[in-house]
């Protein structure tokens, strides 16, 4: 594990801004890394506003969508809202579906299969819409590179509206309107919104069209929130003022969906981070393990009865999603023994029986463990399906691009990718894209790193300063929980391995000749036990948290690593 300290921003403004918001050097420096370095600058930061969101009609395309969807209302078409199944694609779905349902009743939702019918618009979700007298769809999370898709509903007299997040190909899909921040010709100011973001600028739209303000819509906002936290895109600019109501929507008055499935969740407050691992995970497991319209069906349902009972199915395929993750992920591990593959600069592995699902995730479990860009293959149809995940500093999507010879169909972004191939390519496939890992990587992309945005004394980690800290979520992509670092530091001798496996380290450090002792645990970190022991200098990166026991709260340090001085 690198340490890597960031480069400490030019003195004067650190002093300047310090000055101007009555905090100290180290909070001004937190705040200049990231790029803000004025009062109005913070304020807007620490003061996130409704106001200031962008104008939606900023975006390219957005006056053909409102205005095709008002003829749809006008005229008492049917419209379905298609998106994809992962929590993304089913929270930009129950979003627009459930704000259209409020001004036009003819409205149905799609959510492809998974399985039989894979990522994106699919032949079979239009061939639905023509079943069922449809005449205009808005897909939402998909669509970007869908052309033939939307000529083949063009030929059935069915109108295409594409909400995109995605990065767009040379080509661009002939629909009535192309909603992509991401367009090159696309002038809108904050490009980094995820599907269910280009979502709620669709309706905040609509909403303008209606009298209604940005209030009228704060109630959506726990949809978007979530899709922010699992979609992992940056937690800047807009999406921060998304996050940041989004959240107190989940804790103060979420929809009767999330209601259901926190009711069995002790925490008071969640935060992003427990969005990611708490709410996320199981909307995704709809998808992964049923379909995805179970999800939708729970984040629409207004009777907190019958959502109890969509949660509670959801959360069985949650169980059964975890059980399937770690299986597969010990039989990819030992296949990459197998094959002699763990000094490779990529890890490309393959089983028929792996379940589609959960290949992403056991893709990101890969890289835990061998750190290099990984992908996991598996059957589908005829075809064989994978999910990409990258590393640090390493474009995933660029590198796939250079494969290309070999893919049937690829889309994604610089960290995360899905394709399909041939059978028969595979073996090819896996050794190009060795070639391609192995001329394009840095080294330093090879070892995992440990970002330190300040190098601090203990003494300074009070109530106050966390409470500071605190004002910095929600965290995030781009605005990530500040890591410090301490040196000369010392156990006072009751340190100890903890957990069922003793793999967890607990130690109560001072620093110098201050003895005042601060509580730290090391997740995984028992292994360095010995660094600590018997008096011995050494040196920490950590989080500063609050530890709640027996009705107490104190700060602790979250251990992120520790060396010998």
Known sequence: MRWKLKPEPNLQKIIKLAQELGVDNTIATLLVHRGIETFDQAKAFFRPNLSDLHNPYLMKDMDLAV?????????????????????????SVSLVSSYLKTIHSNIATYIPDRYAEGYGISFKGIDFAED????????????????????????KGIDFIICDHHRPGDELPNAI????????????????????????????????????????????????????????????????ILAYFGLQVINQNPRTGIKAMLQQVKKKELTITDVVFIIAPRINAAGRIKH?????????????????????????????????????TQEALQQIEENN???????????????????????????????????????????LAASARSVKGFDIY???????????????????????????????????????????????????????????????????????????????????KPVFMAEGLRDNGYGKRVGADETHLKLNIFQGTDQKTYNAIGFSLGYKHAITKNGKSFKAVFNIDENHWNGNTSLQLLLKDIQEE
């Open 67 to 91: 205005t095709r969807i008002e003829k749809a209302i006008l005229k008492g078409e049917n419209i379905l809202v298609y998106g994809d199944y992962d929590v993304d694609g089913t929270t």
């Open 341 to 383: 593959e763990t000094q490779t600069f990529s890890t490309v592995v393959y089983a028929k029986n792996w379940h589609k699902g959960v290949i992403g995730i056991v893709a990101s479990r890969l890289i835990e463990t061998y750190y290099k860009p990984t992908l996991v293959f598996t059957k589908s149809g005829d075809k």
């Open 398 to 480: 660029n590198a796939l691009e250079q494969c290309t010879e070999f893919i049937e169909q690829f889309g994604g972004h610089k960290y995360a990718a899905g394709l399909t191939l041939k059978a028969t390519n595979y073996q090819k496939f896996k050794e190009k894209f060795e070639e391609v890992v192995k001329n394009t990587i840095s080294e330093e992309s090879r070892t995992p790193q440990i970002s330190i945005d300040a190098e601090i004394s203990l003494s300074k980690i009070t109530p106050k300063f966390f409470r500071i800290l605190k004002q910095l979520e929600p965290f995030g992509p781009q605005n990530m």
């Open 292 to 328: 995805g319209n179970y999800a939708v069906e729970l984040l629409t349902e207004m009777d907190f009865d019958t959502a109890v009972k969509f949660a509670s199915e959801i959360e069985k395929n949650n169980t059964d999603r975890k059980i399937l993750d770690k299986n597969i």
């Open 177 to 240: 309107a192309v909603l992509d921040p991401k367009r090159s010709d696309c002038e809108y100011p904050y490009k980094e919104l995820c599907g269910c973001g280009v979502g709620f600028k669709l309706i905040q739209a609509l909403a303008s069209e209606r009298n209604q303000t940005i209030n009228d819509l704060v109630e959506y906002l726990d949809l978007v929130a979530t899709a922010i936290a699992a979609d992992i895109v940056p937690i800047t600019g807009e999406n921060r």
């Open 132 to 155: 069922n007298d449809i005449s205009l769809i808005i897909a939402l999370d998909c669509g970007i590179k869908a052309i033939d898709k939307v000529d083949y509903a063009t030929k």
